[in-house]
């Protein structure tokens, strides 16, 4: 083997000063999936469903689809709207828990099926805050030189993680995929992550019990996710509020300079007691994707920016407010340059 010459100094990437998402591609599967349709295997009503929570419908995947091949197509039209080669890819992060096999991760699959031609892959698993987590990495990534595209993609499979018959759980959540590219900017358009968790209340959002439990115990139940709904509403009610002040403080932008806040649509009586909690001006449109979409956990922040782009609610290149959490309990935000956005996506 020859010797390397030179100096004894490492060389490293020369720092990019600004990223952004260059372009959003999602994916909303088919099945629309109505709360008489739920409560046809739950002790509740449609009501109920829309009263506590906001949601009048979600979508379910087909028996086909897979946290992968939602996350194939979202990534499909992220590229699409960004105008980036899949080759020019040099990263991929996929933010799920819903991809049921632990080896090999999503993300290689994912990068794989795009064409990007062995991108580096990676999953983050920070439950529905999963997508600004890996907003947050993806944009470090950039900033630092290590690369210079990197694509984002938050994709969950619910319908088959949630137990049919479990009225705590199965009504909130629902499926599909949401995909940015992020890549070098001439002004910022990501603002720096404020990010944590409290892994005290890990049990608030849990699976149970563990596939290994599950296989030495064949007649319990297998593994489901299970909630603890009370707590988890009090912690995101009480502490996502100053998680959202400190996201704009860090970012130097007054509320009233938003044009949307984009909240982890977990529950319509969240969102409307974190906006309440921060006096969020009438001005700045405020999502509610959760009611045609439902909890689609970490696909949840990208569904929701296009849902506002779609409808004309925010336009491209208008500032949000992004604000993520969950299971962990783990929680992340920034402000961010809406992304233009595929067309048919
Ligand atoms: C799940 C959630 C909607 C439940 O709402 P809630 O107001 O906290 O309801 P509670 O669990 O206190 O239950 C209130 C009553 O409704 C009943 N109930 C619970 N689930 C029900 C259902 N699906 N249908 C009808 N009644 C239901 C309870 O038994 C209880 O009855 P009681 O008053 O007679 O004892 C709410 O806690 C929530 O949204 N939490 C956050 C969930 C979340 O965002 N998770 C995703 C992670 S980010």
């Not at 409560?39 to 379910?60: H, M, N, P, Y």
Request: charged share 20%; proline share 5%.
């Amino acid at each position: 083997m020859a010797a390397v010459r030179g100096s004894k100094s490492i060389s490293t990437a020369p720092p990019v000063a600004h990223t952004a998402m260059l372009g959003l591609g999602v994916y909303r599967p088919e099945r629309v999936v109505t709360n008489a349709e739920i409560c046809e295997q739950i002790d509740s009503s449609d009501e109920w469903i829309r009263t506590r929570s906001g949601i009048v419908t979600r979508r379910f995947a087909a028996n086909d689809e897979s946290a992968v091949s939602m996350g194939v197509q979202a990534g499909r039209r992220a590229l699409e709207a960004s105008g980036i080669d899949a080759a020019r890819i040099g990263c991929v992060l996929v933010a799920t828990s819903t991809h049921l096999t632990q080896t090999p991760p999503a993300s290689a699959l994912v990068a794989d099926a795009l064409g990007t031609g062995g991108a580096a892959a990676l999953d983050v698993g920070a439950g529905c805050a999963g997508f600004c987590y890996a907003l947050g990495l993806a944009a470090d990534l950039v900033r630092g030189g290590s690369e210079e595209y990197v694509l984002v993609v938050g994709t969950e499979l619910m319908s088959v993680t949630t137990e049919p018959t479990d009225r705590t759980v199965r009504f909130i959540f629902g499926d599909g995929a949401g995909a940015v590219v992020v890549g070098p900017s001439e002004t910022e358009g990501i603002g720096p992550v404020v990010w944590g968790s409290d892994g005290s209340q890990a049990e608030a959002i849990r699976q149970e019990p563990d596939w290994l439990d599950f296989a030495e115990n064949p007649d319990q139940k297998r593994p489901w996710i299970k909630m603890e709904g009370t707590a988890v509403f009090r912690w995101a009610a009480f502490e996502m509020g100053k998680v959202a002040l400190r996201t704009l403080e860090r970012a130097g932008v007054a509320i009233e300079d938003l044009d949307a806040f984009i909240p982890h649509q977990a529950n319509s009586r969240i969102t409307e007691v974190i906006a309440r909690s921060i006096h969020l001006p009438e001005s700045v449109a405020l999502s509610h994707d959760i009611e045609e979409t439902g909890n689609t956990s970490a696909a949840s922040i990208p569904l929701a920016m296009e849902q506002l782009l779609r409808t004309g609610a925010v336009q491209p290149g208008g500032l949000a407010l992004l604000l993520a959490f969950g299971a962990g309990l783990a929680y992340a935000g920034q402000v961010v340059t809406m992304p233009p956005l595929a067309t048919g996506a």
